[in-house]
């Protein structure tokens, strides 16, 4: 992120819009121009000239649209492999716990057995 001082002691920082009509326009803000809580500083100045409409705009607009897509598929693909250890575990300790039961039950004979109050 590039800084720059435009006040003294306040950064301010160049970040990129992604609008659809601002497509990888850079501006200028302060850190806290944006925030939802707090003070906020209203300086704001577009860096790039704003970009004409044609084939470069729209190439733009179809990469942002490709990377989000991209990236909601990498998020399913992930939440997807988290259901899978899940499933993976619960099974590993339903295997685990039904050995346990096995051997409660077999235990529960003995001492009925021992008890002599078997069946």
């Known amino acids: 992120m590039t800084m720059m001082k435009h006040v003294p002691h306040v950064a301010v920082r160049m970040e990129s819009a992604w ?37 470069y705009k729209d190439q733009l607009r179809k990469m942002r649209f490709e990377l989000c ?10 939440e997807q492999k988290k259901l899978v250890k899940l499933q993976q575990d619960r099974e590993a300790e339903k295997e685990f716990f039904d ?21």
């Open 19 to 55: 609008t659809d009509d601002n497509v990888a326009r850079r501006f200028w803000n302060y850190k806290n121009s944006l925030s939802v809580e707090g003070p906020k500083c209203k300086f704001f100045m577009w860096k790039d000239d704003e970009m004409d409409e044609g084939y």
């Open 69 to 78: 897509r991209k990236e909601d598929h990498n998020e399913v693909a992930k």
């Open 99 to 119: 050995m346990e039961l096995m051997e409660l039950k077999k235990e529960n004979t003995l001492m009925k057995t021992y008890l002599g109050i078997a069946k």
